[in-house]
């Protein structure tokens, strides 16, 4: 009765056993809990070190709320008590402060909001009492505030105690370090705490802490954590004699190694050293540091992990030594255990987990990996179900190394066993993914086959990846384009909800682009079509293909053009209204193919339910559709109805979309070069202007071709470049000639940003608002820019800081303000860095600043400007250029350009009325420079004249250069 | 390690102990939702699964979860086994530790963590010195405080 409501956690297995301490416990749990839950609530009997009882009493308030109101009641009066308590006048000794300190920890653990006591929690921490000091540097661990002034205590009191020498104060400073592990604690600690770690005289408890703080502080901040001589003597720790500081170096080694891999090199040969000891000692060698009769555990953990930081080591005799301990780690596994306790096996299997990654990382001794595929074969039929999940997911790396492929594909009958028989789904999953890395041509049909099948019944969860798995697959390793198809519809039969756009977008890409299959695909959507209820997403693949290539099945009369139509119309009604915009577009299609089925057509395109839908989408393709196959000749529907040239190469979108899906690390590599189902790429040019024929071809939005690198697939292609060595960005100009003589407008524009400028010019002053709008519905991350100019052109970033991410569709504004010293020709550079996808994406925009923005409009009579221009008459004066028109000569036009270019339209000055003349000043910090131009335009030739005259040769040449590119 | 968690089968958070740094709005949300997560999974299905981008060890003892969340290159046994050297030691030092002890005395078990496990690694796996340490601090502040008393009575 006591055991109502407990279950007996651990296995029977351990039930056998004589109970010994450890294993009492839960059971112990159980009678403790019991008595809780039929309410004989009782204090435990523990009160080790000081037991507070105010604490107790509040704590046993708390667990005998009956709601939650009361619960908050009693805790806001817990609160306004403390916090009288705090204000009041009378001194708070010790014991009170750390007895509120922790009552307030304890309300901030229950998940309410605490906004004080952190002053008296440094008290505490100065406090000389041990218990005081603890409990302070417990409230300030978790309870992080980055209050400024408390920091500077908080860091006054660290600073002390790790002064202190007492080994005891110095591991508590050292462990707050680490729990917060803020910049603020890294800028003052972190150069102090290496010398700590080296120091001879050190505790060896005290290094532990400062190895594992350094840690902490080099993951979070790891440019304030100096390298230096103390680096090379932190190797040597990995020989220290106490086996726990040897546990924390090698942490410490590992993450220093990943980041700096030449400067700790010399840990190869210690870290052998050491594994080689640990393994060949008998059990009882290493005292306490013995885990269930298995040596250090996690020290051997930790030094396999130091040593996948390297290649396997070059010299001989440690390469030999290495791997006489991996062979030993693996025979030890065929050893029969030395005890039945799960520890004892998890924590003999866990190194052996690692060796196995050590050796798969190496991926250079035949033999141990294929002892590690079988091993890891054993465990696959294991009865731990741990075992087998990590055998799985632990196999999916072995596959991809070309010494144990095979070896792995021995496995499938178990695996697909797994897959159907496995309870757990997390199993499961790891069975998809090892059967989708053993894949191959030799037995892709087998492995697709199975996994559509477990299709039919699989979770939700995992539908929607194993669905891209399936497409994926069929599409890499078809031999025969029908078996590509046939999996395709299955897919869809099976799993229509689960099939995303990209798995149908990619089989209409692959039937069009393969000739032998167009027949074989228009009769199997055809028969697919036959059943009465059929997914959506098969009547547009059917929908699609028909429309293309109905013709080549029309000459039987089961599949006749009539019945072809009357099959899919019977669908029309049922579906979407994208669908039923695309099933119109097939019509329009059959129009052209099947002139007998013509009239029948139009009366439906005629019909009030199309002419007068409500969707204006559809509406107008009915109209549209019906007119064209009223006035044009056949010739002429035969043109614009054309069948579809061939896509372009490019990747799957499919593999795109399951790199999003599973982030890029966690796929298995895949052969790109066998990605060559499309046809050739030479029609993408023709491809683009046949879509444009038509007015709106809704097959090229459908496909969505000319907005092909999508997110998905650009993210693909960055995936798939190094990323270590980032090709140069070019810089982004595509838009900065037409704000010479505008000042707003979008600068630049991809599938993932936009940015919109509007900019103020006064005198030598600029101010440039720029826009950066996210297009996604994904956030981007880390998200910052930066302005790069010449030496003439100040600029500067007023508001630096720019949020670090940008919500999907949100707009982020920034304000560049600019300068110009001098003239100048080179425009500032906006550099944007941001990540999306977990892509970093990296953009330059050449920000349009142009000489002419810092014109100052000057008004003049016919007289002046004309004495003005005589007095630059120096040829290096002036310059000259005739051009032909780029666009329509009109005179509004110009006049409005040239205003925009930033001088004065002068009116009247030009004895002949067909030129536009023009004055202004440059400002610029150092002089200014008076402009005088005129553009003299021949509508016969479409020719231009442009002169300008400065007092700077430099000036008049840009300025022309600038304003010529513009008519 | 990124974060180790303690929770009943209620879904009453015990302990908590973050080794990245997150919001507490955050700290919430990922709470929450493992919570719901682990104790949505039967008794017998196995210890590991892949949350987010992060591999979750969790085991059961009576009626308290221990749920670590681990990173793609991390050991999921030894994490296990550290849970289980972390119950071990909280046994031993409480005396066949239950679920109140932890609650009557949280703040003994987030200092014992902090003697076992420092910045998400293993700090020092012997249970001789880890319980030393603790025992060490305990005797440190009961001496004090008798010295305290005496001084009073004299």
New interface residues.
């Given amino acids: 009765m006591q055991h109502y409501g ?2 007996q ?1 651990l296995n029977s297995k351990e039930e056998e056993n004589p109970p010994t ?2 294993e ?10 019991a008595r ?1 839950v039929t309410g004989i609530s ?3 009997a ?1 009160s ?3 037991g507070m009882r105010g604490l ?1 009493v509040f ?1 046993s308030d708390i ?1 005998n709320c009956k709601s939650k109101e009361a619960e908050v009641k009693r805790i806001n009066k817990e609160l306004a008590n403390i916090r009288s308590k705090f204000k009041g006048d009378k001194a708070l000794d010790g014991y009170s402060k750390k007895k509120y300190v ?1 009552k307030l ?2 309300i901030f ?1 229950l ?1 309410h909001d605490i906004d004080f006591g952190h002053m008296e929690a440094v008290n505490l921490l100065s406090s000389n ?3 005081e000091k ?2 302070g540097y ?1 409230f300030i661990s ?1 309870l992080v505030n980055s209050n400024s002034d408390l920091i500077s205590l908080i860091n006054n009191g660290i600073k002390n105690d790790l002064a202190s020498r007492n080994p ?1 104060f110095m ?1 508590l400073a ?2 707050c370090i ?2 917060v ?2 910049r603020e604690m890294a800028e003052a600690f972190a150069s102090q705490i290496p010398s700590i770690l080296v120091a001879g005289d050190t505790m060896d ?1 005290v290094k ?2 400062a190895a ?2 350094l ?2 502080l080099n ?2 901040s790891p440019d304030l954590v100096p390298m230096g001589e103390w680096t090379a003597r932190v190797v040597h720790l990995l020989n220290d004699q106490h ?2 500081v040897v ?2 170096a090698a ?1 410490l080694i590992t993450t220093l190694a990943q980041k700096s891999p030449e400067d700790f090199k010399t840990s190869i040969s210690l870290a052998v050293a050491r594994l080689s000891r640990i393994v060949t000692s008998a059990s009882i060698d290493l ?3 013995t ?1 269930y009769f298995v040596a ?4 051997s ?2 030094l396999l ?1 130091l040593l ?1 930081c390297y290649p396997p080591p070059e010299d001989a005799a440690l390469r030999s030594r290495l791997t006489e301990c991996l062979e030993t780690i693996l025979n030890k596994a065929q050893e029969p255990p030395k005890s039945k306790k799960v ?1 004892h096996s ?2 003999k ?2 190194v052996l ?2 060796a196995i990654a050590l050796i798969i990382h190496h991926d250079s001794e035949p033999t141990l990996l294929v002892r590690a595929c079988n091993q890891l074969g054993q465990f696959l039929q294991h009865r731990e ?2 075992l ?3 055998a799985l997911e632990s196999m999916c790396t072995l596959a991809s190394s070309e010494f144990s492929h095979e070896a792995v594909k021995t496995h499938i009958d178990t695996v697909i066993n797994a897959l159907k028989t496995e ?2 789904v ?2 499961r ?1 790891r069975a998809v993914d090892l059967l989708y890395a053993m894949c191959d041509r030799s037995n892709a049909k087998q492995i697709v086959a199975e996994m559509l099948s477990y299709l039919e019944n699989a979770d939700y969860s995992i539908r929607e990846e194993m669905v891209l798995k399936v497409a994926i697959l069929a599409e890499k390793y078809a031999v025969d384009y029908t078996w590509y198809v046939d999996t395709i519809l299955n897919l869809i039969r099976i799993a229509g909800d689960y099939v995303s756009e990209e798995v149908w977008y990619r089989v209409i890409q692959i039937v069009i682009n393969q000739d032998d299959v167009q027949g074989y695909a228009a009769k199997t959507v055809f028969e697919a079509l036959q059943a009465p209820a059929c997914h959506e997403n098969l009547v547009k693949v059917g929908g699609y293909i028909l429309g293309e290539f109905g013709n080549l099945i029309a000459g039987d009369s089961r599949s006749s053009p009539l019945v072809q139509f009357n099959l899919l119309h019977s669908k029309f009604h049922l579906c979407s209204v994208p669908t039923r915009a695309l099933l119109l577009s097939a019509y329009i299609k059959f129009i052209n193919l099947f002139p007998e089925v013509k009239a029948t057509i139009q009366d439906v395109l005629r019909s009030d339910s199309q002419l007068r839908n409500a969707d204006v989408e559809l509406q107008q393709r009915a109209i549209e559709y019906l007119r064209l196959s009223c006035i044009a000749s056949t010739d002429i529907l035969a043109t614009v109805l054309e069948e579809m040239p061939p896509f372009p190469e490019r990747e799957s979108s499919i593999l795109a979309k399951l790199k999003k899906k599973k ?1 890029p ?2 796929l298995p590599d895949i052969d790109d070069t066998r990605w060559n189902v499309n046809g050739s790429a030479e029609h993408s040019e023709d491809t683009e202007s046949t879509n444009k024929v038509t007015p709106h071809h809704p097959f090229t939005d459908l496909l969505n071709l000319n907005s092909t690198p999508s997110a998905g697939a650009s993210l693909l292609v960055d995936v798939l470049s190094d990323i270590s060595t980032p090709a140069p960005i070019t810089v982004s100009e595509d838009n900065f000639s037409r704000f010479v003589c505008k000042n707003n407008g979008v600068i630049y524009e991809d599938q993932l940003l936009q940015i919109g400028l509007k900019a103020e010019y006064r005198q030598n002053l600029g101010r440039i608002y720029v826009f950066y709008g996210n297009k996604t519905s994904t956030q981007f991350l880390s998200f910052s820019s930066s302005v790069t100019s010449s030496d003439t052109l100040k600029t500067h970033i007023l508001s630096t800081a720019v949020d670090p991410t940008v919500d999907g569709g949100a707009q982020l504004q920034q304000v560049v303000n600019i300068e110009c010293l001098s003239d100048f020709t080179d425009a500032p550079v906006l550099d944007i860095q941001f990540r999306y996808g977990g892509t970093l994406q990296k953009i330059a925009v050449k920000l349009p600043v142009m000489l002419n923005k810092f014109f100052q409009p000057t008004e003049m009579t016919s007289q002046d400007f004309f004495q003005r221009w005589k007095q630059l008459g120096v040829p290096q004066q002036e310059v000259q250029t005739i051009f032909k028109a780029q666009h329509p000569m009109d005179t509004d036009v110009t006049n409005a350009k040239i205003l925009g270019f930033g001088v004065a339209l002068l009116i009247g000055v030009d004895p002949n009325p067909a030129n536009f003349v023009g004055a202004g000043v440059i400002h610029t910090k150092n002089t200014q420079v008076g402009c005088l131009l005129r553009l003299e335009p021949n509508t016969q030739a479409q020719m231009y004249r442009l002169t300008l005259r400065t007092s700077r040769e430099s000036v008049s040449q840009r300025l022309c250069d600038l304003l010529s590119d513009q008519f | 390690m990124q974060f180790m968690l303690l929770f009943s089968r209620q879904g009453k958070l015990r302990l908590q102990k973050w080794y990245v740094p997150l919001s507490d709005k955050e700290k919430k949300k990922i709470t929450r939702e493992l919570v719901q997560t682990v104790l949505a999974r039967k008794p017998k299905m196995c210890s590991f699964l892949e949350w987010r981008d992060l591999k979750v060890v969790y085991k059961r003892y009576a009626s308290l979860y221990f749920c670590c969340a681990i990173e793609d290159q991390d050991n999921e046994l030894i994490t296990l086994e550290i849970i289980h050297r972390y119950v071990e030691l909280l046994d031993k030092y409480f005396g066949s530790v239950c679920e109140l002890d932890i609650i009557f005395n949280f703040e003994k078990a987030y200092f014992i963590l902090d003697e076992f496990l420092l910045g998400g690694e293993a700090q020092e796996t012997s249970k001789k010195n880890v319980l030393k340490a603790i025992e060490q601090a305990d005797l440190l502040q009961e001496t004090k405080e008798q010295k305290v008393k005496l001084s009073i009575l004299h």
């Avoid at chain 1, 250090?296 to 020290?299: D, I, K, T, V």
């Fill in positions: 407990c279950r956690p301490c450890m009492r416990s839960p059971t112990q749990l159980c009678c403790r809990l809780d009782k204090m435990p523990v080790k070190g000081d107790a704590i667990r922790c920890l304890f653990l998940g009492k041990y218990t603890q409990i417990l978790v005891t591991n050292l462990h680490a729990n592990g803020s408890s532990q802490s594992l703080c840690l902490r993951r979070t086996l726990g546990t924390a942490s005292q306490d540091y885990y250090a555990p996690w020290l953990v930790k992990r996948q520890q998890n924590a299997n866990a987990f690692e179900t741990n087998r999940y990590l309870r757990d997390s199993v999953q982030g690390g966690n």
